[in-house]
T-cell receptor
Framework: KAGVTQTPRYLIKTRGQQVTLSCSPI?????VSWYQQTPGQGLQFLFE???????NKGNFPGRFSGRQFSNSRSEMNVSTLELGDSALYLC??????????FGNGTRLTVT | AQSVTQLGSHVSVSEGALVLLRCNYS??????LFWYVQYPNQGLQLLLK??????LVKGINGFEAEFKKSETSFHLTKPSAHMSDAAEYFC????????????FGRGTSLIVHP
């Protein structure tokens, strides 16, 4: 079974731009969660989608948004990028109450 | 609300020595507990989990952890460290019966010396 796939692996953007990250979950997994990982803050929960609906949301500004498609693939979007948005963005999928299965992340650098 | 505290941002051991990574949690309801490992430039990989039942949980790569409710702890151990164990380790807690969204600790970097 293929694991969680995140694209792209690396991104460099300029302040003020917007970015879209993509995540393909494990086949059969309907829940997709997004986390931001930084050295200073560790792993912070962004949001979770289930059956195309946002089911849980972390404490991030509205510049961070996401969506999920009918095939469970998910995207997250960050608008008006700030330097502090530089981070590793991790996507994870799960089935029911099973533990999260993580992708290898997208490394975003904002200059 | 739930939270996780991992004692020690860095732990250094010699190859062959005991590995002990500490994790304390707070949760208002029975918890699900997890340990994940992260190697450089990779995502997190599940080492082991506690949901219900036996409090001593065995995971992959020779790791195990014990759920101690009275101490609100879930420390990770391995009898003999290997060079390949060098990585970042994360403890996480989720509310059983709740959203199941885990809250992660800040991580402990395990350094293994030859």
């Amino acid at each position: 079974k293929a694991g969680v796939t995140q694209t792209p692996r690396y991104l460099i953007k300029t302040r003020g731009q917007q970015v879209t990250l993509s995540c393909s979950p494990i086949s059969g997994h309907r829940s997709v969660s997004w986390y931001q990982q930084t050295p200073g803050q560790g792993l912070q929960f962004l949001f979770e989608y289930f059956s195309e609906t946002q089911r849980n949301k972390g404490n991030f500004p509205g510049r961070f948004s996401g969506r999920q498609f009918s095939n469970s693939r998910s995207e997250m979007n960050v608008s008006t990028l700030e330097l502090g948005d530089s981070a590793l963005y991790l996507c994870a999928s799960s089935f029911g109450t099973s533990p999260l299965h993580f992708g290898n992340g997208t490394r975003l650098t904002v200059t | 609300a739930q939270s996780v505290t991992q004692l020690g941002s860095h732990v250094s051991v010699s190859e062959g020595a005991l590995v002990l990574l500490r994790c304390n949690y707070s949760s208002s309801v029975p918890p699900y507990l997890f340990w994940y490992v992260q190697y450089p430039n990779q995502g997190l990989q599940l080492l082991l989990k506690y949901t219900t039942g036996a409090t001593l949980v065995k995971g992959i790569n020779g790791f195990e952890a014990e759920f101690k409710k009275s101490e609100t702890s879930f420390h990770l151990t391995k009898p003999s460290a290997h060079m390949s164990d060098a990585a970042e380790y994360f403890c996480a807690v989720a509310d059983a019966g709740g959203s199941y969204i885990p809250t992660f600790g800040r991580g402990t970097s395990l350094i293994v010396h030859p």
